[in-house]
C-alpha cells in the first residue's frame, strides 16, 4: 500500500500510529512514535456501546426502560415530561433531549459535585427525547453506570471476560467518576492495535474465533444511522462516516473506522489539532487501494 501522501503530512497532522487491516490480516503498520497505550477519549464511547448490548443479551438492561425507573432513586423532584419520556435507548444517541453538553473534558475538573448521576439528571430537559442531536457526555456516562449497576461491577471488569481478554487486551485503566465508577463517555487506555481489535469484531458482527461476543442485531443497530445529525449521521455511541463507514471517534484522532464493503479496518492513534481533516485525507489515500 502506497501511503506517501500520508507519510508528507504525518508529523504535521502530528499521526502517532496507523493500522489498516483487512480480510484479518494487517496489511498496514506504520508507527511515528511508540505503539502505546494513550487516552482513546470519546472512543471509549463505543466501548460502552458495546457494554450495554452484552448487557442486553444477559437481560439486565432493556433499551426501552424509563430512565425515570432506572434512576428512580435519584430523580429531581417533579421530573419534567421530557425526563419521564427518556429512556435508555436515549443514552445512546445524542439525543436525549438536554440542550447543552455536560460532563465535558473542560468541565470535569472543575466540578464541586460528588454525585453525578444527580447532577446530570438534575440538568434541564429542554427538548423532547430523539428530537434534537446535541453531543453531550450524559448519556453514555449514564449508561454505563446503569451496566455497572445491574452487573456489580465497573466497567472494566464487566469487560474483562466478555470483551478485552477474548481480544487479547489485557487490564487496562479507565477514567472513573468522584464516587469510583467508570466514566463510560472517555477516558479508556488503549494501543492503536487493541483498537484495531475492536473495530475487526465490529466488522464480524460482534464475532470472535467463533464466538459471539456482541449480540450480532445489536452491532447492526448500533452502527446503522439511528438519528441525524448534520453529517453522515450517528448511531448508538457510533459515528458514521465516508464510504459507508461506521467508527468509534475520540478526540485528537484516536479512530477504529469499520469499512464494511471493503472488509476491512483503519485504525488511529493521534495528537491532531484537525482530526477531522487527518481522518479525511487518511481515508482518501487508504480506501481506494483497499
Known amino acids: 500500500m502506497d501511503i506517501r501522501e500520508i507519510e508528507l503530512y504525518a508529523e504535521e497532522m502530528r499521526i502517532l500510529n496507523l493500522r489498516v487491516c483487512r480480510n484479518g490480516e494487517v496489511i498496514l503498520k506504520r508507527d511515528w512514535d ?7 477519549y470519546s472512543a471509549s464511547k463505543s466501548f460502552t456501546s458495546a457494554a450495554v448490548g452484552i448487557a442486553c443479551r444477559e437481560g439486565l438492561l432493556d433499551l426501552e426502560e424509563r430512565l425515570c425507573d432506572a434512576f428512580a432513586g435519584e430523580l429531581p423532584e417533579n421530573p419534567s415530561e421530557n425526563l419521564q419520556k427518556a429512556t435508555v435507548r436515549d443514552l445512546l444517541t445524542m439525543c ?13 475538573p472543575r466540578m464541586q459535585e460528588e454525585d453525578w448521576v ?9 427538548a423532547e427525547p430523539g428530537t434534537e442531536f446535541v453531543y453531550n457526555n450524559v448519556g453514555p456516562y449514564l449508561a454505563g453506570i446503569l451496566v455497572q449497576r445491574r452487573a456489580g461491577c465497573d466497567l472494566v471488569d464487566y469487560l474483562m471476560p ?5 481480544l487479547g487486551i ?26 484495531m481489535r475492536f473495530g475487526q469484531l465490529l466488522l464480524q458482527e460482534g464475532n470472535w474465533n467463533g464466538k459471539q461476543l456482541i449480540p450480532a442485531e445489536y452491532v447492526r443497530e448500533a452502527s446503522r444511522v439511528q438519528v441525524e445529525n448534520g453529517a453522515e449521521g450517528y448511531g448508538y ?7 459507508d463507514s461506521f467508527r468509534a471517534d475520540g478526540k485528537y484522532g484516536q479512530l477504529s473506522i469499520v469499512l464494511p464493503h471493503k472488509n476491512a479496518v483503519i485504525a488511529v492513534n493521534a495528537e491532531s489539532r484537525d482530526a477531522g481533516s487527518m481522518m479525511k485525507r487518511c481515508m482518501d489515500v487508504i480506501v481506494p487501494q483497499l
Open 96 to 108: 436525549l433531549g438536554q440542550k447543552e453538553a455536560w460532563l465535558m473534558g473542560e468541565q470535569r
Open 34 to 40: 511508540d505503539e502505546m497505550r494513550r487516552n482513546q
Open 162 to 166: 466478555r470483551l478485552f481478554s477474548p
Open 237 to 243: 455511541l457510533f459515528w458514521r462516516g465516508p464510504y
Open 170 to 195: 489485557r487490564r487496562t485503566v479507565w477514567e472513573v467518576d468522584p464516587q469510583g465508577f467508570t466514566f463510560g463517555a472517555g477516558g479508556l487506555f488503549l494501543c492503536v492495535t487493541e483498537l
Open 118 to 126: 444527580r447532577f446530570c439528571l438534575s440538568r434541564p430537559f429542554e
